[in-house]
């Protein structure tokens, strides 16, 4: 019976320590009984208790030592209670969690640390602090999940440009102000660009570098306008800004305007190219003099085609060398065209001085 008695109290004693290691090693509870199943450690405070966790405090020497610690070991948690290291590896009070490489702060907003926070950053530094991507990856900005903006990347040719993900319209520019939403820059069509104020648009810069001032279609010219002009400088043609007293005078299509004589006396002379009955013959080339009485070399002479002739006359005829002299205008017409004969032909010269 002695020895049936000693051996119950052996397995006894190793069932209980059995039962004590299999509880020490579940779950521990400070304060509690019932710690939670999912932790390995809980500290519980009763209601009204005052107090907290308070971690080992260490003096760390950098981010990247692991000081004063034997090792850098992932998951590590201490608080840091001085400032010290090299930039940029500068530890400051705080705490820090080791990765298994370095010393990482915990976010906190005011302090320097290399996480953007909702509520602001300071003790930047421009030249190493930014918001961005270090690849060759665009930057995009959205809002309610929606693409707005995008800043470029690609070679240094595309980099760094700014690009509305949107087009716009001229009551919603894509560029415009928080206080003045309908007035800015958007994008009308395939490269175009239109300006709008009060939400509508005033002016137009189509693909082919033709600007309208207004609004609608497509400008003509290389600038259109809707409605009265006003200059209060001068105007001035071929950047001549002309004397008092003279006149402005068409000089032909595609050509700018010069500034001619005063109006104190104008002839217009009409005159056949040849005598009656002749014509301008393919590659013909003729030059005219016609008489005007008290014409003095400083007045000016403009000479066009006159008549109901077809539109590519223009193309095919050319006057030029009109040349001013005492009592007279000399000027030559060239037939361009190898095969058309033109008849009969009039020309208006107008005389300024």
């Known amino acids: 019976m002695k020895i049936y008695f000693q051996k119950v109290g052996i397995f006894g004693l190793i069932f209980l320590f059995a039962l004590f290691y299999q509880n020490t090693i579940a779950q521990v509870g400070v304060g509690t009984t019932n710690p939670n199943t999912s932790a390995v450690l809980e500290v519980h405070s009763s209601p009204g208790a005052v107090g907290g966790l308070l971690l080992p405090s260490v003096a760390l020497s950098s981010t990247d030592s692991f000081l004063p610690l034997s090792a850098h070991v992932a998951g590590m948690l201490v608080y840091n209670t001085v400032t010290a290291g090299a930039a940029p590896n500068i530890v400051t009070p705080g ?11 915990i976010a906190d907003a005011s302090v320097p640390n290399d996480d953007w926070t909702v509520t602001g ?59 003045d939403t309908d007035t800015g820059i958007y994008r009308v069509g395939a490269n175009s660009l239109g300006f709008s104020t009060n939400g509508s648009e005033r002016i137009k810069v189509s693909a082919n570098g033709n600007m309208k001032i207004g609004s609608g279609a497509n400008a003509s010219e290389r600038l259109e306008v809707d409605g009265n002009l006003r200059i209060n400088g001068a105007f001035m043609p071929g950047n001549q800004a002309g004397d008092a007293g003279r006149v402005l005078v068409s000089n032909g299509p595609a050509s700018a305007p010069v500034w001619g004589g005063s109006l104190g006396n104008v002839n217009q002379i009409n005159r056949y ?45 050319t006057i030029h060398n009109i040349e001013i002299r005492s009592n ?20 208006n010269i107008t005389i300024i001085q």
Do not use: H
Request: hydrophobic share 40%.
């Open 95 to 105: 705490y820090y969690f080791n990765n298994g490489v370095n010393w990482v702060r």
């Open 273 to 317: 190219v040849t005598s009656t009955g002749t014509s301008l013959s393919p590659g013909a080339v003729v030059s005219i003099t016609v008489n005007v009485p008290g014409l003095t070399t400083s007045a000016s002479a403009f000479v066009n085609i006159q008549g109901d002739w077809s539109s590519p006359i223009y193309d095919d005829i």
């Open 328 to 347: 007279g205008v000399r000027f030559v017409v060239s037939n361009n065209t190898n095969f058309t004969t033109y008849p009969g032909m009039l020309f």
């Open 121 to 179: 950053n300071n003790g930047l530094n421009a030249a190493n602090n930014f918001v961005g991507t270090i690849d060759a990856t665009n930057l995009r900005f959205r809002t309610s999940n929606t693409e707005a903006f995008e800043i470029s990347s690609g070679n240094a040719i595309n980099r760094g440009k700014l690009r509305a993900m949107t087009d716009g319209t001229a009551a919603l520019p894509v560029y415009s102000w928080s206080s």
